[in-house]
């Protein structure tokens, strides 16, 4: 078998059954839903704290239990001096992906695990307050040299982090369509970066250094990056006509429109698309930027129907619309998905078995050293 053969055969695990998990079920036509609730109804009725909850515990938090919740996530947003001498020493041009991935690995050497992981629970709760701050910390202080506090009034992740990147009190439509937002992106089976996550738990590896290794699988722009890579598209058209035109070439040329298509949905289509896209419409469904994305939209469904937009296509223009710089959409996405990777950090090591598939062979048959002198 030729390399390229093999290389078409093993085509990135698709398809393939590389283990068990309770969490979440997606693409097998039952939609997508998070130990049994449905994203609709979750995205519509609850909080992300809720489904931060769910993802960490298996079970939607009573009343009291989401207060005390909130109250300890809330409690872990502030910056040690030492973590913040590691962010003041990133430069604004570094990419908000690396900044992010610096500090949780900052965080194992400052904030270590413990070996026996019994303070798991603790450490996911700080990876989910402090992730906003790191951000914002950062973004404040590599751009104009200020350094801001992580005292707030928000209750929950949403308006806080609207509230510490603005600086001003977040609009309470943008706090609801980041909830959707963050519930749309917290968890979704065995992706990329979820299973990178998995692979480095399998080892016994501490939580944060399995968090910055999925961190730089979600970096990716056929992964994560894939919301940037969509404004980008979306935003380089400057009419309707500009961007059909455009698309039809794109698709000539065989180039990846990004925000479509998916590993696991077909022509069915990513849940989670119409859910971002209510809000995209209700933040700025008057603007050229709607109409643009509406129209390669629909142009896809009439050229490429096997390739739906997925969730990352309208979160571009819903973030925009939110006053979001493009290149923080993904660092968004790492504060929504941290609870879906620390539940699979979790699952496994509640039942661990190192992570170490077999590949097919397609190298040279066994041959005889030959001494440089003679080669
Ligand atoms: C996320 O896995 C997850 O669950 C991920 C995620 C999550 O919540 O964790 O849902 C988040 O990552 C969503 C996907 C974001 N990525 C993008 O939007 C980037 C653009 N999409 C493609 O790169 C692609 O669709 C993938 C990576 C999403 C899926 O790739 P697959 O399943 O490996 O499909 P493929 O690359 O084998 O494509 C099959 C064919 C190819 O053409 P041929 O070589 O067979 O001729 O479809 C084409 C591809 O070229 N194709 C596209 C396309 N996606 C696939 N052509 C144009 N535009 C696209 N977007």
């Known amino acids: 078998m030729s ?31 998070y130990y049994g609730y449905s994203i609709q109804d979750l995205a519509k009725m609850a909080e992300f704290e809720e489904v931060a ?31 913040k001498a590691v962010l003041r020493a990133i430069p604004k041009n570094v990419h908000p992906m690396n900044l992010m991935q610096s500090a949780v690995a900052a965080l194992g050497a400052l904030e270590a695990e413990k070996e026996d992981f019994s303070d798991q629970d603790e ?16 973004h404040h202080y590599s751009n104009f040299g200020k350094e801001i506090d992580f005292n707030s009034d928000e209750k929950t992740i949403a308006g806080y982090f609207l509230e510490k990147l603005q600086l001003s009190k977040p609009k309470e439509d943008f706090i609801k369509a980041m909830h959707c937002s963050l519930i749309l992106y917290a968890e ?28 730089g699988a979600l970096r990716g722009p ?29 698709l000539e040329n065989k180039e990846l429109l990004m925000g479509f298509g998916h590993r696991v949905y077909g022509v069915g289509g990513d849940p989670r698309n119409e859910l ?40 571009a223009s819903a973030y925009h619309f939110m006053g979001i710089k493009t290149d923080y959409f993904t660092p968004i996405f790492i504060m929504s998905r941290v609870s879906g990777w620390c ?11 190192i992570i170490r598939p077999s590949s097919e062979y397609t190298g040279p048959e066994p041959r005889n050293f030959v001494n440089i002198k003679e080669r």
């Open 276 to 315: 971002i896209k209510e809000w995209s419409k209700k933040l700025g469904g008057d603007t050229l930027l709607y109409k643009v994305s509406e129209a390669i939209e629909n142009l896809m469904k009439e050229k490429r129907p096997s390739l739906p937009p997925n969730a990352d296509f309208y979160s």
């Open 53 to 83: 909850y769910l993802l960490q515990f298996g079970e939607l938090p009573k009343e009291n239990e989401l207060k005390e919740y909130k109250e300890k996530i809330c409690a872990n947003r502030n910056l040690s001096e030492n973590l």
């Open 123 to 138: 450490k996911i709760i700080r990876l989910l307050g402090i992730l906003p701050s790191v951000l914002c910390y950062w």
């Open 188 to 215: 979704h089976e065995f992706n990329a970066s979820t299973f990178t996550a998995r692979v480095c738990a399998s080892t016994r590896s501490d939580i944060f250094s399995a968090v910055a290794a999925a961190i």
């Open 343 to 353: 539940a699979h950090i979790k699952e496994q090591r509640a039942n661990n078995k």
């Open 222 to 250: 056929l992964h994560g990056g894939a919301n940037e890579a969509a404004m980008h598209l979306i935003e380089s058209f400057s009419s309707v006509e500009e961007a059909i035109k455009g698309v039809n070439k794109k």
């Open 3 to 33: 390399l390229s053969e093999a290389k078409k055969k093993v085509g990135g695990l698709a398809g393939v059954i590389a283990g068990s998990s309770a969490i979440c079920t997606c693409g097998l036509g039952n939609g997508l839903n």
